[in-house]
């Protein structure tokens, strides 16, 4: 008897289990993935066959995907503006990142960055102490195809 009741609530749970995991997916997915972010003063250079659209590109947006065990998809929109064209790129960079550490995955090979740890001010207050943690601003030059990606990073 206890055998054909397990056998009967064991699929049950396991599917409740995939539903509710359903339900939150769009929460699951919009989380804050990793605490650092990318500033709009990052910008491309690129350098094509031809010279019409070569030069620096200022970033539009970007997207960041989880993939699987810090390793995530970077999806990059620049833009430039000539008279009355706009040029568009979009490239594509796959990076690992954690804790201090991350890794960008390029045509040319990997580029590994560090992050410091932030700078603590400690001031004192008729009442006690005041901690201040800044954040820093860090530089990443990554080759893409054609040309860099310059990622000015705030963490």
Excluded: C
């Excluded at 990052?42 to 066959?49: E, L, M, T, V």
């Excluded at 590109?57 to 997207?63: D, F, H, P």
């Amino acid at each position: 008897m206890i055998k054909k009741l397990l056998i009967l609530i064991l699929p049950l749970v396991f599917f409740a289990n995939d539903n509710i995991l359903e339900a939150f997916k769009e929460e699951i997915e919009s989380q804050n993935i990793v605490n650092f972010e990318i500033l709009q003063n990052s910008y491309a250079k690129f350098n094509f066959i031809g010279g019409f659209a070569d030069g620096e590109y200022r970033l539009k947006s970007y997207k960041i995907t989880p993939i699987k065990d810090n390793v995530y998809k970077l999806e990059l929109r620049f833009v430039k503006k000539k008279g009355i064209l706009r040029y568009y790129q979009e490239p594509i960079l796959y990076f690992w990142y954690k804790d201090n550490k991350i890794v960008f995955l390029s045509d040319r090979g990997k580029y590994r960055f560090t992050f410091s740890k932030p700078i603590i001010k400690i001031k004192k207050l008729k009442e006690g102490y005041e901690v201040i943690s800044s954040k820093r601003v860090y530089t990443f030059k990554i080759p893409v195809n054609s040309g860099e990606v310059v990622l000015k990073i705030r963490k």
